[in-house]
């Protein structure tokens, strides 16, 4: 909505120990059969707070959202024909109603207020909006309860779900300008343009993450490459990125990206063996000496008058006997046939089968060779 400088501007704000979120609304026509005022969003804003500001404490904190909103909207807030109605938290803000002794950087924002025409007005937690915006997912809901406590997250929690609030910023944004997209897909697809309940185009509860393939790698970055994610199978993959987050074709993306991931490549749980497995030759009950033949070249062996390799030629459907001739390792289907001839073919003619891991070329020169 485009914002209407003679009507008031209504600005909902709320902090957490690591960002906050900010609602810029106007009121609308009032809806039919009520006198209540109806709220027009004009713009949301979520912001992570900094290493250092996460430290301060939630009155420090509260203030701090307030003063980021007021500057982050500053072309519309920062002269205004009626004062800003800021709604937020009582309890938070009214502390700052006595006198205390602020520090130097309290005092500096308090500098920065007086740019500002603020009336500050108290909502029930309960139906403050801007709540939705701060209680990102995965946020330490049972440690943050927004009261008096100032309770760091583990370290674990710094690293890893901070990025998610981070990511749902940038999310919002790129929805932003993709607009056209989002409306070309509303035609055919039931997403749900931003509204107060929400500052993301949803489809099904779900945020729609628009076409830029950064924002989807990083939440694959999220959900499957981080430590915490701990590379899930596919399946798995879809199912958490599906909890929160839609897009068109997007468990076949997340399938190609997990093949793809080295990580898993590497890692991989093979369901095929790689080694084939051994299985027994059969042989024949009458078979006679050497009618079923088994070869094996054992080469590159030390050189021995000549020779660096040996042949072995096992009887293996009758007697397993093995015989080890010296030969070299270049020796051809030929000079085996001619081997054969000599050791084996003088007492028991030729082989019925031929068993070898050579190449079936040099099977078949050797079986050529000993024909002639
Ligand atoms: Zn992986």
Known sequence: MQPDYNKPFILHTDALSYGMGAILSQQGESQQNTTKPKFHPVAYYLSM?????????????ELLAVLKSLIHWRAHLGWTKYPIQLLTDHANLTYWKQ????????????????????????IPRKTHPADMLS??????????????????????????TITLPNLETSICMSQNSHQSMMKKWMK???????????????????IVIPPTIYLRRQLLRLFHDAPTAGHPGRDETQRKVQERYWWPGMNTWISEYITGCASCQQNKNLTHPTKIPLFRIPTQEDATPFSQVAFDLIMQLPESNG????????????????LFIPCKTTISGTHLAQLYLEHVYVWFRAPKKVISDRDPHFTSHFAKA???
């Open 370 to 372: 000993l024909a002639k």
């Open 307 to 322: 020779h660096d390799a040996v042949l072995t030629i096992v009887d293996h459907g009758c007697s397993q006997v093995a």
């Open 135 to 160: 209680h990102l997912p995965n946020a330490d809901k049972g440690t943050e309860d927004n009261q008096e406590v100032t309770v760091l997250p583990p370290t674990a929690f710094v690293n890893t």
């Open 99 to 122: 006198p205390h002794k602020v520090n130097r950087r309290v005092a500096r924002w308090y500098g920065e207020l007086q740019d500002y025409w603020l009336e500050i007005h108290h």
């Open 49 to 61: 707070f900094s290493p250092t500001e996460r430290n301060y404490d939630i009155y420090e904190r």
């Open 188 to 206: 055919t697809i039931p997403i749900l343009p931003p509204s107060i309940r929400s500052p993301w185009w949803m489809f099904n509860n779900k």
